[in-house]
C-alpha cells in the first residue's frame, strides 16, 4: 500500500523538487520509504513519485519507482494472485530480482500489454511510463477501492493518489467546482468523476487513462464494469446451490485477502458482513485473528455484540469505548485527511479503529460491500414497494403536472412535502428506464428549495451517471445504483483515507471482482425477498454463529453530532460559519444560513445534517483554498 504521483509537464516548469513535495503531502500513506523519477524529453518533463508502506517485500528490492527495459512504473494496492502470474512469466521466460507484486504487474504490461490487467484480482491504481512510445498509462481497479485523480490544464497532466497533490502543484489554480459543491450539499460526497476542486477529476474505475505526451491527448479503455453483468443470463440453480457457490467465492476472497509479510487484523463491528469475514478466517486457524471495535456507550453501538461474537469465534478481539473528547478531538482534522470532503459522521469511528489497529497490525480487512451487493440497506425494500405505488396512480401525466404546480407553495418548515411532490412528479414523468434512477435521487437529496435559498448560484443538482445496460430485471438498477455510487464515490473513499491517515492498509475481500460479478447474475428474490434482506450472507454466517446471537435490529454506529455542535464543538460554528466566513467565501446567502442556525439550536431544523455539511465545506475551503 502506497502513495503515487506525477506529471508530465510541457511547460518544463515541473521539476525534481516538485516530486519530492508529492512525497512529502502523501507521508501517511507511505511512511517506510520515498523516491523518485524524474526525466526530462523532447516533448516535457515526465516525473513519478512514491512513497512506500511495506506489505510485501519489505526488502529494498520492492521499492518504487521500479524500472524494468523503458518501462517506469508506481504503484498504490496489492495484486492478491501475484504468485500465480508471476508462475506465468517465469515460463515465459522472465526473471525477477525481488518477491512484490509491483514488479508482477511490471513485467505483466511487458508481456501482455492492456489485457494484464485481466489477470490481476486485487485493489490497485498504477501508472506506467512507456518510454518508446511516449505514453503515460494509468489505471484503476474494478470498483474504485484505490483512488486515483487527475487533471489536465494549461499543458500539464498532474495525477496522484490525493487531492493535496494538487494543492501542491507550483502554478496550480486551486477552484472549487460548483457544481460539484451543489451535489455535495444535496448528498454529502461528490460524484464521480467530478471532485471539489474545478478541473480535477477522478479516473474511471475498472479502466485505462492513457495520456500521450506527443498529442496531449487522454484515451480511456474499460476493461471491466461491473453493471455488464446485469445483462447476463441469470444464475439458474436453487437458492441452496447460490449459498454454497458465494461460501466458496468469499472463502477464496479472504484467503487471498491474507497474503501479507506485516501483521493482519480484521474491523469487526458485530453485523453480518465483518461476522463473516472473520468466521470463515478463524476457522481451522490455530492462531487466533486480531479483531478490533470501536464502541461508544454514550450512543448507539455494536461493540458489545462483536465482543460475543469474537468470544464465539475465538478471536484476539481488542474494544475500544469511545470517549467524547476521542470523536471531538478528531474533527477538526477531518479537512486534513478528507481533502475531497465527505460530509458523514461516520468517518470517525472509521477514524478511530483504524488508529486502534494500526497499534498491533498493519494491514485490515474490512468488509465493505455486503449491503450493496446483497440487499442490505431498506431501500432494496422500500424503492420497490414505492415505485408500485407511484406506478398505480391513476392519469400519471395530469397527476405529475399537479403535484409539479403544487409542490412550490410548500416552502420553510413544510419543503419536506415539496420534495415529496416534486419528487413523486419527477418519476412519473420519467420512462421506464429511469423511474428508479429518479426514485433514488428525490429520496437522497434535500429539498430543492433548499439549495436554491442556500446557494448564491443556482442549484440544478449533478448526479451519477444513469445505468446503461439492458437489465434482466430493472429493479437490479437498484444494486448498481449503490456500487456505482454510494460505494465508488463515498463509501471506498472514507475507508481509504480513514486508515491510509493512520498508515494502515485496509483491504476489501467482499469487493473480490469474481464475487460481485456471481452475485450481480443471482435473481433479485435470492437476495432480498421484499421482507430479508443479504439472505446468501445470513444463510452463510448462521453455519458459523448461532442465530440467536446474530438475529437482532441493526443498529450501527451513532454520534450525538449535532448535540455537540450546539455546545462542546460550538466554536466551529462560531468561526467557520459567521457572517464573515460565510461572506468570505462566497456560496451562501448567510441569512438562509443564520435562519437555519436559529432553528438548528432549537433542535427544529428538519434537515440538521445541512448544517453539518456546510461547516465540513467551510473548514474544508479555509483549509485547502483560502
Not at 485505462?208 to 453493471?227: G, M, Q, R
Amino acid at each position: 500500500m502506497c502513495g503515487i504521483a506525477g506529471f508530465f509537464d510541457k511547460n518544463k516548469k515541473l521539476d525534481d523538487n516538485q516530486l519530492w513535495s508529492y512525497n512529502k503531502a502523501m507521508k501517511k500513506r507511505g511512511p517506510d520509504g520515498s523516491d523518485i523519477f524524474f526525466e526530462k524529453n523532447e516533448y516535457g518533463n515526465v516525473g513519478l513519485s512514491h512513497v512506500r508502506l511495506s506489505i510485501l517485500d519489505l526488502s529494498s528490492l520492492g521499492k518504487q519507482p521500479m524500472f524494468y527495459e523503458h518501462l517506469v512504473i508506481v504503484l498504490n494496492g496489492e495484486i492478491y494472485n501475484y504468485i500465480d502470474i508471476k508462475k506465468e512469466l517465469l515460463e515465459l521466460g522472465y526473471h525477477f530480482h525481488s518477491n512484490s507484486d509491483t514488479e508482477v504487474v511490471l513485467k505483466s504490461f511487458h508481456a501482455w500489454g492492456l489485457k494484464s490487467v485481466e489477470k490481476f484480482r486485487g485493489m490497485f491504481a498504477f501508472a506506467i511510463y512507456d518510454k518508446e512510445l511516449n505514453k503515460l498509462f494509468m489505471c484503476r481497479d474494478r470498483v474504485g477501492v484505490k483512488p486515483l485523480y487527475y487533471s489536465l490544464m494549461n499543458n500539464q497532466l498532474v495525477f496522484g493518489s490525493e487531492l493535496k497533490i494538487f494543492f501542491n502543484t507550483a502554478g496550480f489554480n486551486k477552484e472549487v467546482s460548483l457544481d460539484s459543491l451543489k451535489t455535495f450539499l444535496n448528498f454529502g460526497y461528490v460524484s464521480h468523476p467530478n471532485t471539489m476542486l474545478s478541473g480535477v477529476f477522478k479516473a474511471d474505475v475498472g479502466s485505462w487513462t492513457i495520456f500521450d505526451l506527443v498529442t496531449s491527448k487522454i484515451e480511456k479503455i474499460k476493461y471491466w464494469s461491473y453493471s455488464s453483468f446485469y445483462e447476463e443470463d441469470r444464475f439458474s440453480g436453487t437458492f441452496e446451490e447460490a449459498v454454497q457457490e458465494t461460501e466458496i467465492l468469499i472463502k477464496e476472497a479472504c484467503e487471498l485477502r491474507m497474503v501479507s509479510d506485516v501483521p493482519v487484523g480484521i474491523f469487526l463491528s458485530g453485523g453480518f458482513d465483518s461476522s463473516l469475514v472473520t468466521a470463515i478466517l478463524q476457522k481451522d486457524r490455530t492462531e487466533k485473528l486480531k479483531t478490533f471495535t470501536i464502541g461508544f456507550s454514550d450512543g448507539v453501538d455494536e461493540s458489545k455484540d462483536a465482543e460475543i461474537i469474537a468470544k464465539h469465534l475465538g478471536t484476539d478481539h481488542t474494544s475500544y469505548d469511545c470517549k467524547q473528547s476521542d470523536a471531538i478531538d478528531l474533527i477538526p482534522l477531518l479537512p486534513e485527511l478528507f481533502d475531497d470532503p465527505i460530509a458523514d459522521i461516520s468517518c470517525i469511528p472509521t477514524m478511530l479503529v483504524s488508529k486502534l489497529a494500526r497499534k498491533e497490525v498493519t494491514v485490515a480487512l474490512s468488509a465493505d460491500g455486503g449491503d450493496e451487493l446483497f440487499g442490505g440497506y431498506k431501500g432494496f425494500a422500500n424503492t420497490p414497494r414505492m415505485l408500485q405505488k407511484i406506478n398505480s396512480l391513476p392519469f400519471s401525466n395530469l397527476t405529475s403536472l399537479f403535484l409539479e404546480t403544487a409542490a412550490p407553495f410548500f416552502t420553510g418548515m413544510n419543503s419536506h412535502i415539496e420534495k415529496k411532490m416534486s419528487g413523486i412528479s419527477d418519476v412519473l414523468k420519467a420512462s421506464k428506464e429511469d423511474k428508479i434512477y429518479q426514485l433514488d435521487i428525490n429520496h437522497s437529496g434535500l429539498p430543492k428549495e433548499i439549495l436554491n435559498r442556500l446557494l448564491k448560484v443556482e442549484s440544478s443538482i449533478l448526479y451519477t451517471e444513469k445505468v446503461n445496460v439492458k437489465l434482466k430485471d430493472q429493479l437490479d438498477e437498484i444494486y448498481i445504483l449503490g456500487v456505482n455510487d454510494v460505494l465508488r464515490d463515498y463509501l471506498l473513499v472514507k475507508v481509504d483515507r480513514a486508515t491510509m491517515g493512520y498508515s494502515l492498509e485496509g483491504r476489501e475481500p467482499l469487493l473480490d471482482h469474481k464475487l460481485m460479478e456471481f452475485a450481480a447474475k443471482l435473481p433479485y428474490n435470492y437476495k432480498h425477498d421484499g421482507v430479508t434482506s443479504k439472505k446468501p450472507i445470513r444463510e452463510i454466517v448462521y453455519k458459523y454463529i448461532p442465530q440467536s446471537i446474530m438475529d437482532r435490529p441493526k443498529v450501527g454506529f451513532d454520534l450525538p453530532i449535532y448535540k455537540w455542535l450546539n455546545n462542546e464543538l460550538s466554536f466551529l460554528i462560531d468561526e467557520f460559519l459567521s457572517e464573515e466566513m460565510i461572506n468570505k467565501s462566497g456560496f451562501f446567502n448567510y441569512e438562509y444560513v443564520r435562519e437555519s442556525l436559529m432553528l438548528f439550536k432549537k433542535d427544529k431544523l428538519r434537515y440538521p445534517n445541512l448544517i453539518w455539511r456546510i461547516l465540513i465545506f467551510q473548514m474544508w475551503y479555509y483549509k485547502w483554498i483560502n
